[in-house]
Each structure stands twice: as C-alpha cells, then as structure tokens.
C-alpha cells in the first residue's frame, strides 16, 4: 500500500508565551476529559508565584499517585488546570516551569469520590546565583520584563477574544501587541499558532521563525513551527525542526507525534516508529492518534500483524475519533 499522509484535526492549546498546537481528533491533548463516572473525582488548581500573583506564562503539570506520573497537561495563560475523572486517592500535583528561574514545586491533596479537591501551587524561584550557574542566556519570552505595558494589554485582550470565540479580533490585538514591541515573543508566538488555525501557512511560518530569532531557546515556537512544516508536506525541515523542540522538551508527546508523521513521510520507518510510540507512551488516550499512524506504518512496512494489533487499539481508545471508520476498513482489508 502507498504511504499518504492522513489528514487530522488541529487542536489549539493558547496561552499567554506558550501555544501549542497538537495534532489529535476530539479532546485537546494532555487535557484529561474522561467524565469518569461511578464516583470519580476531579482536581482543580492554579500556579502562582511567590507573591500570589499568576504566572504570565503556561507550565507543565504532572499528576502522580502512588505508581508515578499518572497524568500531565498545561495551565492556561492564568496557571489555571484540571484533571477529571479521578479514582479516589491521594494524589501529587508536580509543576515544571522555567527550569532556569524556577524550582520544581509540589502540592498534595487528596481526591474522594464524586468530589473536586481545589490546590494551589506556589512556584519558588531560583536564587540568582543558581540561575547563574544554569545558564547566561536569559528568555525575554519567558521573562517579558521588556514588554512594555501598551503591549502586554493588547496581548491580554488577544487572550480574551481567542477564548470567547474572537479569532480575527484575537488576531488583530497580537498584531498591535507586536507594533508596539517587535520584539514580543509570546505574542509572535501565539500569532503563528493562531494563523496555523487558520490555515495560513506561510504567515504562521513567517511569525514562529521571527519567535524563534527573538530567543533560540524557546520550545514552542519550535513545535508549531513543525506542525505547520508538516502540514506544508516541508518534511525533512519539520524533522530537523521538531527534533530542535525534543532537544529543549525530551518528553513533549505533541512534538514525537508530529516527527513520527514527519519521518514516515520520509521512509525513514524505524525512528517514526519509535516517536509515535513515545508519543502515544507519553500522551496516553489524548494521543492515541499514534496508533492509527503506527497501523499504516506497519502496514507500508508488510508488518500486517502489527497494523492490525495497532488499529484495533486505536479504535478501542477512540472510537467515535475523526479516523475511526478508516482504521475499521484498514482492520478489515487485513483480515
């Protein structure tokens, strides 16, 4: 069977210096939706910094319970996340921010049945000596101590009218927010995510290179600029492009998924294998896409054991999901 890329569903993940966009049906990846019923609980929380105030940027946040890392998802651009669908337990609320400028913070709670337990998360920041010692290169995306205030209000309104619906508005208050202060890495940031949206490539390619100029050490610009070099079948500068985003965030499922269709498209089967594991590994259900992938991997590869084996989970995990009546026709041709 010939290799094609299948088309998916782009979901955008905005937030304030930090927009992902992964590419999955249905639920926005590392968001657990699972409603979870027969008495599942949930976890509601916010990030905030020392002096009580939000975080003006996104940050990973794990879940683990007694085995480990149970899940992991992003605060939105107020450090506000969830977890739904809850066994009743105690859990571990694990926060990853700027690893430069802040230390890991953690904050237990305990999860009963059919009941939401409400947490706070106080990040620590690093002693400037310890900063120091961790790097000289300093991100002004992460920081934003230059962003003058004219523009950090045209950048908030860009939040708010993303969230309520308002995309050309939203589109509108990033492009102010950038006349005022060029060089406003969130704000590029989020415009090419949002123009990805959109479906103009080249615009969004344009605004997450002028990101990536702006500060080289900055993940996501990275990633959306994979998704859109893929979604540009550009496939061998999306694999360089994405592997440059897994060397600043080893274990970011949205940017395995994105190499492994990357590398499929370019034959080179062993490692797309590998990355669509890890990404499924990584990302769980919100990333059982990868299963469909890896089902056509096999199958171009005359693995028809394994495509079965891995379309069939992928059903299983989704099975009202955007690829599921292709997976059931790819199921039975291999019959």
Not at 231 to 238: H, I, N, S, T, V
Request: proline share 3%.
């Amino acid at each position: 069977m010939r290799m094609r890329l299948v088309s998916w569903v782009v979901d955008l993940l905005l937030v304030a210096g930090l927009s992902v966009v992964a590419g999955a049906q249905g639920p926005l990846p590392g968001t657990p939706t699972t409603a979870g019923g027969g008495g599942a609980g949930s976890i509601r929380g916010r990030v905030v910094l020392a002096n009580g105030s939000a975080i003006n940027q996104s940050v990973k946040v794990n879940l683990l319970n007694i085995r480990g890392t149970r899940d992991t998802t992003i605060s939105d651009n107020t450090g506000q996340f969830e977890f739904r669908g809850l066994p009743p337990g105690e859990y571990t609320v694990e926060v990853e921010a700027d690893k430069l400028r802040f230390d890991p913070s953690t904050e237990r709670t305990q999860v009963f049945r059919g009941s939401l337990a409400v947490v706070t998360v106080t990040l620590k920041e690093k002693s400037s000596s310890e900063s120091k010692k961790a790097s000289s290169v300093i991100s002004v995306g992460e920081i934003g101590a230059d962003v003058p205030d004219k523009a950090k209000k045209e950048f908030a309104r860009a939040t708010k009218a993303y969230k309520e619906g308002r995309a050309t508005e939203s589109i509108d208050h990033l492009r102010q927010a950038i006349a005022v202060y060029p060089k406003f890495l969130s704000a590029h940031n989020d415009l090419g995510a949002q123009l990805l949206e959109q479906g103009s490539l080249d615009e969004a390619a344009s605004e997450l290179r002028r990101a990536i100029e702006i500060d080289a050490k900055a993940f996501n610009p990275y990633l959306n600029l994979g998704i859109v070099l893929v979604k540009q079948k550009r496939f061998a500068e999306a694999a360089d492009t994405l592997r440059q985003a897994l060397s600043l965030e080893s274990n970011w499922p949205a940017a395995k998924l994105h190499l492994g269709v990357a590398l499929m498209n370019l034959k080179e089967f062993v490692s797309a294998e590998r990355e669509l594991h890890g990404a499924y590994e990584l990302g769980g259900r919100d990333f059982s896409i990868a299963l469909f992938y890896l089902g056509e991997l096999y199958i171009e590869t005359g693995k028809r054991a394994q495509a079965r084996q891995a379309l069939e989970a992928y059903v299983r995990e989704a099975s009202d999901g955007a690829n599921a009546a292709q997976a059931r026709k790819l199921i039975a041709m291999l019959q």
